[in-house]
């Protein structure tokens, strides 16, 4: 009991450890990436534009995150069904056979 404790502990702390590396490494990545826009814009836009520019687009990744966590997830608690697939195979087969019926009863016009 206690080493199947101790191999999740170990798991989750592997888990979370591999997490923190790979937030960091991301946020460092990503300050590279703004710094490169930044001179590529500033170059081709001007210095006012390129913020205008990171900002707008960090505050509407923002926004767009904050409205996903917002959101509301209700989960449907489990139903048993109210049928089962034989009722469904009987009323198709009901179906079946009552379109049959009606297409032969049609008269075919031969032109």
């Known amino acids: 009991m206690f080493d199947r404790m101790k ?38 836009a001007g210095v006012i534009t390129a913020c205008v520019v990171l900002g707008t687009a960090y505050a509407g990744g923002g926004l767009i995150l904050a409205a996903f966590a917002a959101a ?24 079946f056979a009552q379109g049959y019926g009606a297409g032969s009863s049609v008269k075919h016009r031969r032109h």
Do not use: Y
């Open 7 to 44: 191999n999740a502990a170990k798991s989750t702390l592997r888990r979370t450890a591999f997490g923190a590396a790979a937030t960091v490494m991301l946020a460092v990545g990503l300050g590279f990436l703004t710094a490169a826009a930044f001179i590529a814009l500033t170059v081709s």
């Open 72 to 95: 509301s997830h209700k989960h449907r608690p489990a139903t048993q069904p109210t049928h089962t697939a034989a009722a469904d195979w009987t009323g198709l087969a009901a179906a």
